[in-house]
């Protein structure tokens, strides 16, 4: 093998390391395609990618040859861990400066994939209750579900971590375990409080497990006709949704039907309170999401300017334009920072959309359903898919009126 064949060789696996780490972080397909496009031409190659949730095509040529090389490697799925994908950009950043090596991108590389997480098991688990608790707060839960939301959020946590850890064949089950638990475990409470909304408390407990930013991912790559890939988000949002339906139901069903409970009447959290704990979810998920410290702030702040957007909207319109407008405000400020920074967009706009979530409106559809209320549980499930569309032409507009620095 010649120098030319060699280098284009290493260029190559770099590459191949560079996409497979940066898809399994959470960058979307689109996004992950032109960057990995931009890197190769940086590079000295042409390159052709295709990304879906579950496999990625690689094509290199150099640029007088006619034949392409392709690899393709299958993946497990998508993850979000936006401290590493903040070190890959920045490695990346390095690489087109000149400032490292080709060779020592590629050694950093693995560096970076055997990092242990930013954020410890303790604090992750304070991500989970935040977030937890934060969502309760916003669903106008009372004192009680908001701190129940937050214990069986830690619950969901040690599920996940010890699931991963030690087996394997329970991981597609995840959903499932994680509601089925829960359910069982806040319905045997309701027995001593009857009060306590159960669902709700469940509902709150997965919200970092709800899939609306998948199905509404899935819907803004159909617009942009990467039919595979938006395809396969949707159906796996759904099927995810389902698995944490089913879970919740089985278990709390069970319980009921050896227990039946009395319920009493509800009471709520001011309205006051609404955006404070809107703002402690937002918190929560970017200690979940691993963000660097040095964009935690920007990153609260991008759900911030997320809340304006809803408020605005909904003063102006509904809920439904509110998603719209927040989600618009989120990428405007997610991709001007971007740019400013030079970091990726990911890092500030991933938990703003996640903070705008519509799977849980499928999740209450799903409920309403099972207790027979057909009207209400047909209408809230067309409501996702009404709010996900919203988020996917928010995203679409919002980088049309500013478009950043193609980023991870």
């Known amino acids: 093998?010649?120098?030319?064949?060699?280098?284009?060789?290493?260029?190559?696996?770099?590459?191949?390391?560079?996409?497979?780490?940066?898809?399994?972080?959470?960058?979307?397909?689109?996004?992950?395609?032109?960057?990995?496009?931009?890197?190769?031409?940086?590079?000295?190659?042409?390159?052709?990618?295709?990304?879906?949730?579950?496999?990625?095509?690689?094509?290199?040529?150099?640029?007088?040859?006619?034949?392409?090389?392709?690899?393709?490697?299958?993946?497990?799925?998508?993850?979000?861990?936006?401290?590493?994908?903040?070190?890959?950009?920045?490695?990346?950043?390095?690489?087109?400066?000149?400032?490292?090596?080709?060779?020592?991108?590629?050694?950093?590389?693995?560096?970076?994939?055997?990092?242990?997480?930013?954020?410890?098991?303790r604090l992750t688990a304070l991500g989970y209750a935040l977030s937890g608790a934060g969502f309760a707060g916003f669903l106008k839960c009372g004192i009680i579900d908001i701190i129940l939301a937050a214990v069986m959020s830690v619950v969901v946590y040690v599920i996940i971590l010890y699931t991963d850890k030690y087996s394997e064949r329970l991981e597609h089950w995840i959903p499932f375990l994680c509601t089925f638990i829960t359910g069982i475990i806040v319905s045997l409470i309701s027995l001593l409080l009857p009060e306590i909304q159960v669902y709700l408390i469940t509902l709150s407990a997965v919200i970092y497990l709800i899939p609306g930013f998948t199905i509404s991912v899935g819907i803004m790559e159909l617009s942009y006709k990467y039919v595979q890939s938006g395809i396969i988000n949707i159906v796996n949002g759904l099927v995810y949704l389902a698995l944490l339906f089913a879970?919740?139901?089985?278990?709390?069903?069970?319980?009921?039907?050896?227990?039946?409970?009395?319920?009493?009447?509800?009471?709520?959290?001011?309205?006051?309170?609404?955006?404070?704990?809107?703002?402690?979810?937002?918190?929560?998920?970017?200690?979940?999401?691993?963000?660097?410290?040095?964009?935690?702030?920007?990153?609260?702040?991008?759900?911030?300017?997320?809340?304006?957007?809803?408020?605005?909207?909904?003063?102006?319109?509904?809920?439904?334009?509110?998603?719209?407008?927040?989600?618009?405000?989120?990428?405007?400020?997610?991709?001007?920072?971007?740019?400013?920074?030079?970091?990726?967009?990911?890092?500030?706009?991933?938990?703003?959309?996640?903070?705008?979530?519509?799977?849980?409106?499928?999740f209450r559809g799903f409920v309403a359903l099972s207790a027979h209320n057909t009207s209400t549980g047909y209408q809230e499930l067309f409501h996702m898919f009404v709010v996900a569309i919203t988020l996917a032409v928010g995203l679409i507009l919002g980088n049309t009126i500013y478009k950043a620095k193609i980023s991870l």
């Not at 390095?94 to 970076?112: C, F, M, N, P």
């Not at 703002?279 to 979940?288: Q, T």
């Open 1 to 121: 093998m010649n120098t030319d064949d060699r280098n284009f060789e290493i260029a190559s696996r770099f590459v191949i390391k560079l996409g497979t780490l940066a898809h399994r972080y959470g960058t979307q397909a689109r996004r992950l395609e032109s960057y990995l496009s931009r890197v190769t031409r940086t590079l000295g190659y042409d390159g052709v990618f295709s990304s879906t949730p579950t496999e990625i095509l690689f094509t290199f040529k150099k640029k007088d040859d006619l034949w392409y090389k392709t690899h393709l490697i299958k993946m497990p799925g998508t993850g979000f861990n936006l401290y590493k994908l903040a070190k890959v950009g920045g490695l990346v950043s390095g690489l087109e400066s000149g400032e490292i090596t080709l060779s020592e991108a590629k050694d950093r590389l693995d560096e970076v994939d055997n990092m242990p997480p930013v954020c410890c098991k």
């Open 247 to 362: 879970g919740a139901w089985v278990g709390i069903t069970m319980i009921r039907s050896f227990f039946p409970v009395q319920f009493v009447s509800i009471t709520s959290i001011s309205t006051n309170f609404i955006w404070l704990s809107a703002m402690i979810m937002a918190v929560g998920l970017c200690i979940i999401f691993q963000l660097p410290k040095r964009d935690f702030l920007w990153a609260v702040a991008g759900s911030g300017i997320a809340c304006i957007g809803i408020v605005l909207g909904e003063a102006v319109l509904d809920i439904d334009a509110g998603n719209f407008l927040g989600t618009v405000f989120a990428v405007i400020f997610a991709n001007i920072w971007s740019t400013k920074t030079n970091r990726p967009a990911s890092l500030v706009l991933l938990p703003s959309i996640v903070f705008l979530v519509s799977g849980s409106i499928g």
